[in-house]
């Protein structure tokens, strides 16, 4: 896991690091990401660079949310990042709504001219699961996960003042990135004959039924069974696995 | 079957608190071979699970063939060789029950009588 903050900058050395695995991080190092129609009022009543952001929906309908919910998030100094999109095994956590863009507050106006990445371009947490699913996480704003955001009092253009939702939002991103949520473990795989062997002591070598290392064309009927284990999250995993015969 | 290899979606069988057991049934093809049963399961935000097991399927041993009568394609070739045994019979037997005719039996022993007089 991975926190990114716009305050300190990111190192050449990380965001390189960063492009190798397909997430781009803004050219300059103090770019942040503003949001004229969902910042906090009471903040960054200026500024407008502390997001207020729903917990995101799934990305696609048949996969399970992680990291959905109710509430509000707040995430101040935000670095955007860009997802390639060659590569399957980023995925972004939380996207900028519509309305964000990058930009860097030490330049002056004329950079909004040619912005990083804009609206939902731009993803505030990505994540990354590489294919001996090692998981990483690249947090876009490291001050939401400070005290003072865990359970601070914030403000949205309604006027209403909420509590943010952090604490919880930062447990479910912990869950998931150090493997405690999402993670199927094969326990056993069998497989065995249905129809009795016509011959008797067919294969002399092979003890008991289940299992056996040879089968016989056509005619024959096999069963085989895949013994997983979900977290308990995962009961209603739908889509079933396939065997390739 | 063109292909000898299958996709087969592999259904919940039992389900326990925290575990669930996926099975399916299935003919194995026809061709002998090496094959392995193989789960590719990648889905987002799940870590993946790639398993394999190999079998090998062999072809039907000398004796395990289907008998003739057993294959109903073979169902004409069948019938043709027993007409020909049931014809050959049916005329065997006509041809043992029937009587030559008389006016050739009487010069039959004409000529087998006569024959060494002359």
């Not at chain 1, 050219?27 to 200026?46: L, Q």
């Not at chain 2, 925290?18 to 061709?31: A, G, K, L, V």
């Not at chain 2, 935000?45 to 394999?52: V, Y």
């Not at chain 2, 019979?89 to 087998?112: A, G, N, Q, T």
Request: glycine share 6%; proline share 7%.
């Amino acid at each position: 896991m991975l926190g990114l903050s716009s305050e300190s900058g990111t190192p050449s050395a990380i965001s390189s690091l960063l492009l190798e695995f397909d997430i781009a991080l803004p050219t300059d190092k103090h770019s942040v990401v503003v949001d004229h129609f969902n910042y906090d009022a009471v903040s960054a009543a200026e500024k407008h660079d502390v997001l207020l952001l729903s917990r995101p929906n799934p990305s696609r309908p048949d996969v399970v949310n992680f990291f959905g919910g109710e509430g509000l998030l707040a995430l101040p100094q935000t670095v955007g990042q860009t997802l390639g999109n060659t590569s399957p095994l980023v995925a972004p956590v939380l996207k900028a709504p519509m309305t964000a863009y990058a930009y860097n507050p030490k330049e002056d106006a004329e950079s909004v001219e040619d912005v990083f990445a804009t609206g939902s371009q731009l993803s505030l947490i990505s994540a990354l699961q590489a294919r001996n699913s090692a998981r990483f996480v690249v947090l876009g704003s490291l001050e939401s996960l400070q005290d003072k955001w865990f359970d601070a009092l914030v403000k949205g253009l309604d006027g209403k003042s909420v509590k943010t939702v952090n604490r919880e939002f930062a447990k479910q991103l912990t869950e998931w990135v150090f493997k405690e949520v999402g993670v199927l473990k094969v326990l056993e795989i069998s497989h065995h004959q249905i129809s009795p062997s016509t011959k008797a002591g067919g294969n002399a070598t092979q003890i008991g039924d289940s299992n056996p290392e040879i089968y016989r064309i056509k005619n024959d009927v096999v069963r085989c069974t895949f013994h997983f284990l979900p977290n308990s999250h995962l009961n209603e995993l739908t889509i079933p696995p396939e065997i390739h015969h | 079957m063109l292909s000898p290899f299958q996709r087969i979606p592999l259904s919940p069988s039992t389900i326990s608190t925290n575990s669930t057991i996926y099975s399916t049934t299935f003919t194995t093809p026809d061709q002998h071979g090496i094959f392995a049963f193989k789960v590719n399961y990648k889905r987002p935000w799940l870590t993946s699970i790639e398993e394999k097991r190999q079998v090998t399927v062999r072809h039907f041993a000398h004796d395990e063939w289907p008998r003739s009568w057993a294959i109903s394609g073979a169902w004409p070739w069948v019938a043709g060789l027993w007409s020909v045994i049931g014809g050959f019979l049916v005329f065997v037997v006509l041809w043992l029950y029937s009587e030559p005719p008389k006016h050739d039996s009487e010069r039959r022993r004409k000529l087998s009588v006569s024959a060494p007089a002359k």
